[in-house]
């Protein structure tokens, strides 16, 4: 099993930045892939970022230019730091941590955190 919690939501201003983390504890190491997906109201879970164990790195169009995801394999910890935010990037954003090594950025993932708020203002 995999614990994942998240940290560094909030409500923000458009044009303004976050910075998200995500702390891996339990059956993890720096072989995993590990991502962000994100969930509007009335929207499904969509894929935000994703980095391999290898640092190969993948994002949505979305936030292309935006977004930039990285990890520290000592700490296992993901970070993804959010750029220019808009009001569509408002959103629960979720950590999330594959089931088997050697993943790419895109998954599948299998293991999820509970979600950090994002809000941003127009």
């Known amino acids: 099993q995999v614990h994942l919690v998240e940290s560094g939501g909030g409500l923000v201003q458009a044009g303004a930045s976050l910075r998200l983390e995500c702390l891996a504890a339990?059956?993890?190491?720096?072989?995993?892939?590990m991502g962000w997906f994100r969930q509007a109201p009335g929207k499904e879970r969509e894929f935000v970022a994703g980095?391999?164990?290898?640092?190969?790195?993948a994002y949505a169009d979305s936030g292309k230019g935006r977004f930039a995801i990285s990890r520290d394999n000592r700490k296992n910890w993901v970070i993804l730091q959010m750029n220019n935010l808009n009001p569509d990037d408002t959103a629960t954003y979720y950590c999330?941590?594959?089931?088997?090594?050697?993943?790419?950025?895109?998954?599948?993932?299998?293991?999820w955190g509970r979600g950090t708020q994002v809000t941003v203002s127009s």
């Open positions: 980095i391999s164990w290898g640092g190969d790195t």
């Open positions: 339990g059956r993890t190491s720096e072989t995993y892939a």
């Open positions: 999330a941590h594959s089931a088997a090594p050697f993943v790419p950025p895109r998954g599948p993932y299998a293991y």
